[in-house]
């Protein structure tokens, strides 16, 4: 049965909600930030980027289903063949593209979209394939390895981020609840969950819950909503960034089998005023280490490690969609502290270091810009 709350709330209210529609103009521009940011490319919709080890090429995946190779330096960008099929729209269709940790000597990446189930069902997947380069860039042998469980009907939180163990043994995925509230909690279902698996898609050994077996057997942590970041800190610890509701967008660090609250508790309010009891009343679930009321619609979420920007090395570096540029954090143990934002004047879906250090961002929706972030002078 479908959420009284979501009854209350045309689809495309919802969506918009959900994502943080709005752009505030309280950022620092970039000179004042001691930033230059350059125009170099344009996308259609685009969603995620990777770089590709030991190569000065990055792979960037459009909602609608095409996944581009683009050269550094360049404003080309080269179609990838052998692409799935994906079911777009609302916030679906292609998600995520990562490396494998082993890229240089396999060339295998992983990569997430939505699919189309039975009865006007979806539900997001994660897939590996064989990247062949060359002048006809191709995908060979994609197979899935993970589906959400279960398909639901509706358009949003599908989250499908994609992160591996920095030692390479271990693949994280962030599987949103769907806007369905309460599977968040069951774990009998996949959704709302942080997942842990091995790199062929098997649970990982050891996981929280794998004596209960089934869909249990692959949940790291539960009680999430919109996972729309998830990174490891330069310390080797798993962080995730998550859309809250009206309020409420918040940082957590992510712990095995803690339960991270949503939809029992939340810094934010449903959409139509009800009121959600606070993180603060529950000190027996994992409290977030910040969040944000008005809420900054979080695109995804790096740690910098590089040299081009001294002054940020370990600090998170946030891509905003309803603030409209990049939002620093400071993280000291379990606790964050926001910087500065930096205003880039349009909603902003991903943010990458490239190797030398410098950063990528990427616009949101139709027509947006790959640009270039450089220090200053």
Same mark, same amino acid.
């Given at each position: 049965?479908?959420?009284?709350?979501?009854?209350?709330?045309?689809?495309?209210?919802?969506?918009?909600?959900?994502?943080?529609?709005?752009?505030?103009?309280?950022?620092?521009?970039?000179?004042?930030?001691?930033?230059?940011?350059?125009?170099?490319?344009?996308?259609?919709?685009?969603?995620?980027?990777?770089?590709?080890?030991?190569?000065?090429?990055?792979?960037?995946?459009?909602?609608?289903?095409? !996944?581009?190779?683009?050269?550094?330096?360049?404003?080309?960008?080269?179609?990838?063949? /052998?692409? #799935?099929?994906? +079911?777009? =729209? &609302?916030?679906?269709?292609?998600?995520?593209?990562?490396?494998?940790?082993?890229?240089?000597?396999?060339?295998?990446?992983?990569?997430?979209?939505?699919?189309?189930?039975?009865?006007?069902?979806?539900?997001?997947?994660?897939?590996?394939?064989?990247?062949?380069?060359?002048?006809?860039?191709?995908?060979?042998?994609?197979?899935?390895?993970?589906?959400?469980?279960?398909?639901?009907?509706?358009?949003?939180?599908?989250?499908?981020?994609?992160?591996?163990?920095?030692?390479?043994?271990?693949?994280?995925?962030?599987?949103?609840?769907?806007?369905?509230?309460?599977?968040?909690?069951?774990?009998?279902?996949? !959704?709302?969950?942080?997942?842990?698996?091995?790199?062929?898609?098997?649970?990982?050994? /050891?996981? #929280?819950?794998? +004596?209960? =077996? &089934?869909?249990?057997?692959?949940?790291?942590?539960?009680?999430?909503?919109?996972?729309?970041?998830?990174?490891?800190?330069?310390?080797?610890?798993?962080?995730?960034?998550?859309?809250?509701?009206?309020?409420?967008?918040?940082?957590?660090?992510?712990?095995?089998?803690?339960?991270?609250?949503?939809?029992?508790?939340?810094?934010?309010?449903?959409?139509?005023?009800?009121?959600?009891?606070?993180?603060?009343?529950?000190?027996?679930?994992?409290?977030?280490?910040?969040?944000?009321?008005?809420?900054?619609?979080?695109?995804?979420?790096?740690?910098?490690?590089?040299?081009?920007?001294?002054?940020?090395?370990?600090?998170?570096?946030?891509?905003?969609?309803?603030?409209?540029?990049?939002?620093?954090?400071?993280?000291?143990?379990?606790?964050?502290?926001?910087?500065?934002?930096?205003?880039?004047?349009?909603?902003?879906?991903?943010?990458?270091?490239?190797?030398?250090?410098?950063?990528?961002?990427?616009?949101?929706?139709?027509?947006?810009?790959?640009?270039?972030?450089?220090?200053?002078?």
């Amino acid at each position: 049965m479908t959420n009284p709350i979501l009854r209350s709330l045309s689809p495309l209210a919802l969506l918009l909600a959900s994502c943080g529609s709005s752009i505030s103009a309280q950022g620092a521009d970039p000179a004042a930030a001691g930033i230059t940011v350059t125009d170099v490319a344009t996308f259609d919709e685009p969603w995620a980027m990777t770089f590709l080890p030991g190569t000065n090429q990055a792979l960037i995946t459009e909602k609608k289903g095409k !996944l581009k190779l683009w050269t550094e330096g360049t404003d080309k960008t080269v179609d990838v063949s /052998g692409t #799935p099929t994906v +079911d777009y =729209g &609302g916030q679906g269709g292609f998600g995520d593209v990562v490396a494998a940790p082993d890229f240089a000597q396999s060339g295998m990446v992983y990569l997430s979209w939505v699919e189309a189930g039975q009865n006007n069902t979806r539900g997001a997947v994660v897939a590996r394939a064989k990247l062949v380069l060359g002048d006809a860039p191709r995908l060979e042998g994609l197979s899935v390895i993970w589906r959400q469980f279960p398909k639901v009907t509706g358009r949003g939180h599908y989250s499908h981020r994609i992160a591996f163990s920095p030692d390479g043994k271990y693949l994280f995925i962030t599987s949103g609840d769907r806007q369905k509230f309460t599977p968040a909690q069951d774990m009998n279902a996949n !959704l709302g969950k942080v997942i842990r698996l091995l790199p062929d898609g098997t649970p990982a050994p /050891g996981n #929280p819950f794998a +004596d209960k =077996g &089934g869909v249990s057997a692959q949940i790291w942590s539960y009680g999430h909503r919109n996972l729309l970041g998830l990174t490891f800190s330069p310390d080797g610890r798993l962080w995730d960034i998550e859309h809250g509701p009206a309020g409420g967008d918040e940082i957590n660090h992510v712990e095995p089998g803690k339960n991270y609250g949503w939809p029992l508790v939340s810094d934010g309010d449903h959409y139509d005023g009800k009121p959600i009891p606070r993180n603060k009343t529950r000190p027996d679930l994992a409290q977030p280490a910040i969040s944000w009321n008005p809420v900054i619609a979080p695109g995804n979420m790096i740690f910098y490690t590089g040299k081009a920007f001294p002054q940020w090395q370990g600090q998170a570096l946030i891509a905003a969609l309803g603030s409209g540029g990049i939002v620093r954090v400071k993280i000291d143990g379990e606790k964050a502290t926001e910087l500065e934002r930096i205003d880039l004047g349009n909603r902003i879906r991903e943010i990458e270091q490239a190797p030398d250090g410098t950063l990528y961002v990427l616009e949101d929706g139709e027509g947006a810009k790959l640009r270039h972030v450089v220090p200053k002078g």
